[in-house]
């Protein structure tokens, strides 16, 4: 959205635009300190902000978008460009699974990032599949990452879980870029 925004600015074609953001969370981004910045950038630059909104379905011959709002009520949505990104969850074969949580992801530590029941001591998860209650993001798994391996060859080598913490760490490195460059700093919590 951002980049397509300020394309059509760039391109003398802002003024003939109008961008609306279309979303199923409450905010603009699951992270506070992101969330209230993407915030600030879309009202200072007059993108409309529709939260719990579903999109339902796309009637791609009218360019029509259908989404279901937290009410229950529908509303159809004129459109000239779409970009929709669809819901994420965990994978099914996961769904169920004695190594996962209620919700279906494989359920860690929150720090070590090991599987919180002993019986799966031999299991690690980072990213989309654990139940890190964090965003989905490559920004996150950066910081995962090496928790995970220092833990994991901790316990191949020792049989003991290492010393490595996940601190809770994410970003949208898109809206992390476009934020930092387009915003004053005073706005961006580092």
Known sequence: MWMAWDRYRKTGRGQNV??????????????????????????ERGVGGHFQHNLASIDSANHKATFKKADGSITDVDYTVLHVTPPMGPLEFLKGSPISDAAGWVNVDQATLRHVNPEFGNIFALGDCSSLPTSKTAAAITAQGPVLAENLFSVMDTGNIGTATYDGYTSCPVCHYFCRSLQPESLIPA
Do not use: C, H, I
């Open 18 to 43: 109008k961008v609306d953001f279309y979303s199923g969370m409450p905010t603009m981004f699951s992270v506070k300190k992101y969330s209230d910045a993407l915030e600030a950038l879309r009202v």
